[in-house]
């Protein structure tokens, strides 16, 4: 297998990167400026006939801007995700592409299994199942993996926001009225190979195991790091921001589980980030 990771420096493509190098896997990488998802010729140059797997950690990923651009997250989210799909298709590679609990509306009172309806809530939900619509249209072999909250020893995430805040502040609040799955990038690229290596094809969900709010992840992260540091829960009402949020987002892991084995509690994950990170 000869794979093309696209945006290597993302937070997810650096897990990619890591894990591609570890196992010895032989692989390309390539990424903006050189290689823009919403450049024809680019996608082109970029896909070649000797990639049998290209693995797309690209995005727009900015959920409150996408509010304001819906149209350029549109473009790389769910446009781009047709071009890369039709190259795959030309070059008979498979492709490895991201999802979003936020497709989801978030009033189930249950884990969304892998074929409920979509209903997005908000622009970024509406632009990655513009992407879902593209894999599906375009029939070229795909790997979908549905995914939630990212964290990782490195980039901007949750995990060392409140990391960081835990150790600047005596008090911290956060929202309890928002539950889903926190996941580890590392744990989702891992397990996303094992995946590739079942020949799984098709959309499947991949977080952490268990569940929690925002403020359950927080209080962890701050217990870990600073505990003598105060986490309070607190509506949403009291950090309006522009993009509606699921109140509920788990995904349902059983088919994911049932190829490749449980996938750990989000705790021991997040405990491991916060290793790599240097925090604990
Ligand atoms: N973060 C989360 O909590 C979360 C939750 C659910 C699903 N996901 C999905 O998981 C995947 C990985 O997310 P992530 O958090 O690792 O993303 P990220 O850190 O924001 O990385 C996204 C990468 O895409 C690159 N990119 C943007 N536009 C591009 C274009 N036109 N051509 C080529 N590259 C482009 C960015 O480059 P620049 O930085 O140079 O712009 C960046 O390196 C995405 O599909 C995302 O939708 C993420």
């Not at 390309?28 to 082109?44: E, K, Q, R």
């Not at 189930?108 to 908000?122: G, T």
């Not at 622009?123 to 894999?135: C, D, I, Q, T, W």
């Not at 580890?184 to 290596?197: D, I, K, M, Q």
Request: net charge negative; aromatic share 6%.
């Amino acid at each position: 297998m000869r794979a093309l990771l696209i945006a290597p420096e993302g937070m997810l493509g650096r897990a990619w990167k890591a894990l591609l190098e570890e196992r010895g896997l032989a692989h390309d990488v390539t990424g903006l400026p050189a290689f823009d998802l919403l450049d024809d010729a680019s996608v082109a140059a970029g896909v070649r006939a000797e990639h049998d797997v290209v693995i797309n950690c690209a995005a727009w990923t900015d959920v409150d801007g996408a509010e304001e651009h819906e149209a350029k997250a549109t473009a790389v989210n769910g446009e781009a995700v047709g071009r890369l799909a039709r190259r795959c298709l030309e070059v008979g590679a498979t492709l490895v592409h991201y999802g979003t609990d936020y497709v989801f509306s978030g009033d189930a009172e249950a884990p969304y299994p892998v074929d409920a309806p979509i209903d997005p809530v908000n622009a970024y939900g509406r632009s990655k199942a513009a992407g879902e619509r593209a894999l599906e249209e375009v029939g070229a072999p795909y790997l979908h993996l549905r995914t939630s909250w990212l964290y990782a020893p490195w980039g901007k995430n949750f995990v060392l926001t409140m990391a960081r805040l835990g150790q600047e502040r005596d008090r911290l609040q956060v929202v309890n009225d928002q539950r889903g799955r926190p996941t580890s990038c590392r744990h989702l690229a891992a397990t996303t190979l094992a995946l590739l290596e079942k020949e799984a094809r098709g959309t499947f969900h991949v977080t952490d195991g268990g569940e929690c709010t925002w403020f359950d992840l927080a209080a962890h992260v701050v217990g870990r790091v600073a505990p003598g540091t105060e986490v309070a829960p607190c509506t949403s009402d009291a950090f309006p921001r522009p993009a509606k949020r699921p109140a509920y987002s788990v995904l349902d892991l059983s088919a994911t589980e049932a190829l490749v084995g449980p996938m750990g509690a989000w705790e021991a994950h997040v405990d491991a980030a916060l290793e790599a990170a240097g925090l604990i």
